[in-house]
């Protein structure tokens, strides 16, 4: 589950409003599911989250977008792109001092390092250079040497 998603707005209706997402364990989980999921739900990672998610990230981006001209270029993008503004979009806010304790920063890089992994990943997957126990195993290692830290 991912620590927080954006629905964009509409692209073809007047609304700029779009749905930043923050899941949280459904009604009757464990003690357990909650502590894990509020593992990476932090409070170090809340200033990189609504940068990535909502400005000057994918709200912004996405916003924007609607603004076009061409209904073309309303509507249609690619993943790649719209992500990439997004770290850019962290990255810019931390060369200009936005993250302003050094666990927001590091959780900002750390996030930097987990969507390499995952371009990584996605990308080995779809092309079939991957499999899905490749894919495991790739995972369990990050982890892993993610909790020696």
Do not use: C
Request: net charge negative; proline share 7%.
């Amino acid at each position: 589950i991912a620590v927080a998603s954006y629905q964009n707005p509409p692209a073809f209706a007047p609304s700029m409003h779009g749905h930043f997402f923050v899941p949280y364990p459904p009604d009757g989980a464990s003690e357990d599911e909650i502590a894990k999921r509020l593992e990476s739900n932090s409070y170090p990672g809340i200033p990189t989250t609504a940068v990535h998610e909502a400005y000057p990230g994918h709200h912004w981006h996405l916003s924007m977008a609607k603004l076009n001209p061409s209904e073309l270029r309303q509507s249609l993008g690619t993943s790649y792109f719209s992500e990439g503004w997004a770290l850019y979009a962290e990255r810019m806010m931390r060369e200009q001092g936005f993250f302003s304790d050094l666990r927001h920063e590091m959780y900002q890089h750390e996030a930097t390092i987990f969507r390499a992994a995952r371009i990584v990943v996605d990308t080995s997957l779809h092309m079939g250079e991957m499999t899905w126990d490749e894919l495991s195993e790739h995972g369990r290692e990050f982890y892993r040497r993610r909790g020696r830290r």
